[in-house]
Nanobody
């Protein structure tokens, strides 16, 4: 059974920091691209950051470049999102995603989400 379990969300003041974690089980973590997405009510889920299986080639949405950092620890089957200089517009439910393309089959799994609220 595949599980992606996010943690670390909460309420933070503008300018503050949070670190999200996503612990994976039931998959061969080291072959999966891992990503963080976020969604606010009434809008589509958007990609925030993504990282390759070995930790190389992280990519970021323009809105978070220079403020957020994605990383992973394959020994712990965990991916992280360090969020600094948070803004009210970062408020959303943040979801962890694991993705692995094997031939023509795309294995994609989601966590349950964790709420991040940036407010004074």
């Amino acid at each position: 059974q595949v599980q992606l379990v996010e943690s670390g969300g909460g309420l933070v003041q503008p300018g503050g920091s949070l670190r999200l974690s996503c612990a994976a089980s039931g998959i061969i973590f080291g072959v999966y691209h891992m990503g963080w997405f976020r969604q606010v009510p009434g809008k589509q889920r958007e990609l925030v950051a993504r990282i390759g299986p070995s930790g190389s080639t992280p990519t970021y949405a323009d809105s978070v470049k220079g403020r957020f950092t994605i990383s992973r620890d394959n020994a712990k089957n965990t991916v992280y999102l360090q969020m600094n200089s948070l803004k009210p517009e970062d408020t959303a439910v943040y979801y962890c995603n694991g993705d692995y393309l094997f031939g023509f089959v795309d294995y994609s799994y989601w966590g349950q989400g964790t709420q991040v609220t940036v407010s004074s």
